[in-house]
């Protein structure tokens, strides 16, 4: 896996359905689903720290595959999550109700979150 990198969100998919289903007020969700973000992922061997930059909002997270963890969750909260790989370029993390998987596809970052039989989908590009 090479993970390692800057991407800038590019677009994203039922943003508003997904933050309603997980209990967003409408009113961050407004101010939120314009705002682009950066994520930083740092890999070395299995262990990860990703930082996420979003307006003035930083959300940092580490985990180590295979070892359960506490990270931040969409909603704010911190909850227990393991992260697992499937194959060389997919990472999926099971959060309380919320499944996240997380693809590296050429200089593309897809990052999937379903709730339910709600996708949201997560398209960012490679910055550097």
Do not use: D, E, V
């Given at each position: 896996?090479?993970?390692s990198g800057r991407y800038e969100l590019q677009r994203q998919e039922n943003f508003e359905p997904f933050m309603k289903a997980i209990g967003i007020p409408d009113d961050l969700i407004e101010k939120g689903k314009d705002l682009k973000s950066v994520s930083e992922i740092v890999?070395?061997?299995d262990h990860f720290k990703v930082t996420v930059t979003k307006g003035n909002k930083v959300i940092v997270n580490e985990f180590t595959i295979g070892e359960e963890t506490e990270v931040q969750s969409p909603t704010g909260e911190q909850?227990?999550?393991l992260v697992n790989a499937e194959g060389s370029n997919k990472l999926v993390v099971k959060m309380q109700n919320i499944t996240s998987v997380t693809e590296l596809i050429g200089d593309?970052?897809?990052i999937t979150m379903t709730i339910g039989d709600i996708d949201y989908k997560r398209i960012s590009r490679r910055i550097s």
């Open positions: 896996m090479a993970f890999q070395t061997g909850i227990k999550a593309q970052l897809i």
